[in-house]
């Protein structure tokens, strides 16, 4: 018979970027500044996606966008969680439609040369570490 072991549940990613937003709030130092891609994070229907994208509302992009002398971005996942792949799906009439994943969208940001960096990251502490290694201001922790 195995041990019993206990384990912590696995946090949920919208969890994982509240929490990562409520430590960008108190510890980045100005004049830094970050703002938040949500776009994946709430249901819409068919007519609010399309209205959307009309608009220019773009898929597969990162979730945090951090802005010091460039740009830095953080994709946050679950544990063992993939960047998007790009898949071939269908409209309601039945046309294909492609959907453009991360896995092609992050090469094209960095591309661009507004883009520094982009990384993927599973915890606040893991992102605060890698805000760091870009050497973004941020408050002491004591």
């Known amino acids: 018979m195995a ?5 912590a549940p696995e946090p949920a990613e919208l969890d994982i970027h509240e929490a990562c937003a409520q430590a960008l709030d108190r510890l980045l130092l100005p004049p830094a500044f970050w703002f938040t891609y949500p776009a994946g994070h709430i249901k819409l229907s068919g007519a609010e996606v399309a209205r959307l994208a009309r608009i220019g509302l773009k898929r597969a992009l990162p979730d945090i966008w951090i802005l010091y002398q460039r740009v830095y971005c953080v ?11 790009t898949r071939i799906g269908r409209t309601r009439s039945g046309a ?28 606040v502490e893991q992102m605060l570490g890698q805000v760091a290694v870009w050497n973004i201001p941020l408050r002491r922790c004591t």
């Open 3 to 7: 041990p019993f072991r206990l384990t």
């Open 75 to 85: 994709e946050l996942k679950r544990h063992g969680g993939d960047l998007s792949k």
């Open 96 to 123: 294909p439609r492609v959907f453009v994943g991360q896995e092609e969208t992050f090469p094209l940001l960095i591309g661009t040369g507004a883009v520094a960096a982009i990384a993927v990251c599973t915890t």
